[in-house]
């Protein structure tokens, strides 16, 4: 069973800082490309980063320079740090997997991340 469970969300002023964890199970990590996704309310689900299995990083460009994407594949874990965060941050943050060689995917459940003062 594959399980993809996120933490780290909360309340953060503009201007602070929040780090996201995303634990996978039930899959081989270390060949999966790992994203973090996220859905405002009213709008469409948008790419935020992603990192390949070797590692090669991609950030949409509203957050290119304030987010780091990163992954421990010791611990089958992915990480979002956020920092300069901005009220236009606050959605839900979604994990994804995904394996292009068998057309495969898999999300977590979403934490909330909210900024404002």
């Known amino acids: 069973q594959v399980q993809l469970v996120e933490s780290g969300g909360g309340l953060v002023q503009p201007g602070g800082s929040l780090r996201l964890s995303c634990a996978a199970s039930g899959i081989t990590f270390s060949i999966y490309d790992m994203g973090w996704y996220r859905q405002a309310p009213g709008k469409e689900r948008e790419l935020v980063a992603t990192?390949?299995?070797?590692?090669?990083?991609n950030y949409v460009d509203s957050v290119k320079g304030r987010f780091t994407i990163s992954r421990d594949n010791a611990k089958n874990t992915v990480y979002l740090q956020m920092n300069s965060l901005k009220p236009e941050d606050t959605a839900v943050y979604y994990c994804n997997a995904r394996l292009a060689l068998w057309n495969t995917q898999y999300w977590g459940q979403g934490t909330q991340v909210t900024v404002s003062s």
């Open positions: 990192i390949t299995d070797g590692l090669s990083r």
